[in-house]
C-alpha cells in the first residue's frame, strides 16, 4: 500500500521538508523567501482580465486590462481566479501560449504572474519570451515550473530596456489557471555593453561625459552616460 501520506521520512511525503513540492524546502523555488526567486519589483503593467469573456480554446486577440493579447487560453467569470473575477485557463494539450501584441513602454525587469495547476491536472512548465521589435523576433529568458494547486507567485528576470512585449509559452503539463500579470519596468544596473540596442522609434541617441557635458563624438574605450528617449545608463563605447 501506498503509505506515503503517513511516513514522514517517505520523500513522497508532501510533509517532508525534503520532498521538492514542500514549500518549506529551501530548494523549491516556490519558496517565498528563496533567495534565488526574484522580486516582483514594483509593478507599472498589470494584466488582470477584467475586461471580458473569452469564452473558447480558439487562438484570438484578446483586449485585456493593460494589453492586446494572442492567446489561447479560456477566460470566462468564475470561481476559480486569484483576483477580480476573471481568470486564464491553458488547454489541456499542455501548449497554450500568451501574446503580447501590443507594446509596454519603459522595458522590464521582472515578469510575475500568480498561477496554478487546473484541478489534479499535472505539473506544467512555461518559457518566457521577450520582443523588442514589435513581435517580430523573439528572445527566451526564463523557464517557469507550475507545481502548486493553490495559487503561487511566479517570477523571472528579463531584464529588457526599450519597448517591449512578452510572451508565456507552456511546454508541459495540463490546465492551468493564469492570473495578475505583472511587469516592471526596466532598472539599469552597472555600465551597460555599448552594443545592446536601447533605440526607441524616432528616439534621438545622445551621449553625456560623466560630469553631464553632452558629447558630440564619443570615443571608443570611454565611460559615457547614453539617453535615448527616457533610458538612461552608463555604457562603455
Known amino acids: 500500500p501506498d503509505n506515503s501520506g503517513e511516513d514522514p521520512d517517505n520523500p513522497d511525503n508532501p510533509d517532508n521538508p525534503d520532498n521538492p513540492d514542500n514549500p518549506d524546502n529551501p530548494d523549491n523555488p516556490d519558496k517565498p523567501d528563496n533567495p534565488d526567486k526574484p522580486d516582483p519589483g ?7 482580465f477584467e475586461t471580458s469573456a473569452k469564452p473558447s480554446y480558439n487562438l484570438e486577440s484578446y483586449q485585456g486590462v493593460a494589453a492586446q493579447w494572442s492567446t489561447d487560453s479560456y477566460l470566462q467569470k468564475n470561481d476559480n481566479v486569484y483576483d477580480g ?8 494539450t499542455g501548449k497554450g501560449i500568451l501574446e503580447m501584441t501590443t ?3 519603459n522595458g522590464a525587469d521582472v515578469v510575475s504572474f500568480y498561477a496554478k495547476r487546473y484541478s489534479k491536472d ?18 527566451k529568458k526564463a523557464t517557469v515550473p507550475v507545481t502548486a494547486t493553490e495559487y503561487t ?3 523571472a528576470d528579463v531584464k529588457v530596456p526599450a519597448n517591449v ?21 526596466y532598472t539599469p544596473t552597472g555600465i551597460d555593453k555599448a552594443g545592446y540596442d536601447y533605440t526607441y522609434p524616432d528616439a534621438p541617441v545622445e551621449y553625456f561625459n560623466l560630469q553631464g557635458i553632452r558629447v558630440a563624438n ?11 528617449g527616457n533610458i538612461v545608463g552608463k555604457i562603455v563605447f
Not at 473575477?85 to 489541456?92: L, V
Open 122 to 139: 499535472d505539473e506544467a512548465t512555461f518559457d518566457i519570451y521577450v520582443s523588442n521589435d514589435r513581435g517580430v523576433t523573439w528572445t
Open 42 to 48: 514594483t509593478v507599472t503593467f498589470l494584466e488582470t
Open 103 to 105: 507594446d509596454k513602454p
Open 165 to 185: 512585449r512578452i510572451k508565456l509559452v507552456q511546454t508541459a503539463g495540463c490546465r492551468v489557471m493564469l492570473d495578475n500579470i505583472g511587469i516592471s519596468d
Open 85 to 92: 473575477e476573471y481568470s486564464a485557463r491553458t488547454n489541456k
Open 153 to 155: 507567485l511566479h517570477t
Open 218 to 228: 564619443p570615443r571608443q574605450g570611454e565611460v559615457y552616460i547614453r539617453r535615448v
